[in-house]
């Protein structure tokens, strides 16, 4: 159990608990995706639905990394699965820690702003910035929460960032397996609870453009259609009524 709850590797060739940059790489890249893949989804339909779901799973990843064990945080034994034949790239782990104790708190930030159905030019804010943390870390490598930590302690001996060559066999291929599949069930949980309860069985909450424009031409269809069976007031008073209905291919 002890094992189950702890930040970072222990291993033979450090005296310090160490964590893959190459796995954290790569579940920053995939974050990044998929955050930047809803961020549209939302500016072309206006629909929060796949924003708010991501965000709840960019949340739970880190509760899982801090609190937890990043070993079986989603994102990141996805990513270990997709770098698994890349040499490991021990780095000190405390930095990682930090870095990712920021990462929860932009999440509870976003937590209250989901809960609350706020959008406003802050929750944009925030989650730019978090694309750009992710960004950063995926692209070139910078952990900008480990640069803010090592500005704060001098003893660090393996930032991320430095190469590290290391013989330590790669393991737990089966448990990152079984936590991505079950990370996977858990998601499809999450995907229908939310369209369920919180959008009410579907994931659009306001009619598309497409639907309105449909309503509009039925209606203004039906509006034409009633003004042309009108007969004016002038057959009516001549008694001509029936037969202006028939000429004009209307039936009263």
């Known amino acids: 159990m002890s094992n189950f709850f702890q930040f970072g590797e222990k291993l033979a060739s450090y005296d310090y608990p160490v964590i893959n940059e190459r796995d954290a790489r790569a579940s920053a890249g995939i974050m990044f995706l998929l955050g930047t893949i809803t961020l549209f989804a939302f500016i072309i339909s206006k629909?929060?639905?796949?924003?708010?779901l991501f965000t709840i799973t960019f949340i739970l990843e880190f509760l899982i990394r801090?609190?937890?064990n990043p070993l079986y945080a989603p994102y990141m034994a996805l990513g270990s699965l997709i770098v698994r034949n890349q040499s490991p790239e021990w780095v000190e782990a405390k930095p990682k820690k930090f870095a990712w104790f920021l990462a929860v708190?932009?999440?509870l930030v976003m937590s209250y702003f989901i809960l609350f159905d706020i959008v406003t030019p802050a929750r944009l804010g925030v989650c730019l910035l978090c694309l750009l943390l992710l960004f950063m870390e995926s692209a070139f490598g910078i952990c900008l929460g480990c640069i803010v930590y090592k500005k704060f302690n001098v003893d660090l001996q393996n930032c991320p960032g430095g190469v590290c060559e290391t013989q330590?066999?790669?393991?737990?291929l089966k448990r990152s397996f079984a936590v991505v599949t079950l990370s996977a069930l858990?998601?499809?949980g999450l995907y229908y609870g939310l369209k369920?309860?919180?959008y009410n069985g579907t994931t659009s909450s306001k009619p598309s453009q497409e639907q309105l424009d449909s309503q509009e031409f039925a209606k203004e269809e039906h509006t034409d259609k009633?003004?042309?069976c009108t007969p004016p007031q002038w057959a009516i008073d001549i008694g001509h009524k029936e037969m202006?209905?028939?000429?004009h291919g209307c039936k009263e």
């Open 226 to 228: 009633s003004n042309k």
């Open 168 to 172: 330590e066999p790669r393991g737990g």
């Open 47 to 52: 629909n929060l639905f796949w924003a708010n």
């Open 186 to 188: 858990l998601f499809a």
């Open 66 to 68: 801090v609190f937890i």
């Open 244 to 247: 202006w209905l028939k000429h």
């Open 196 to 198: 369920e309860y919180k």
């Open 105 to 107: 708190v932009l999440g």
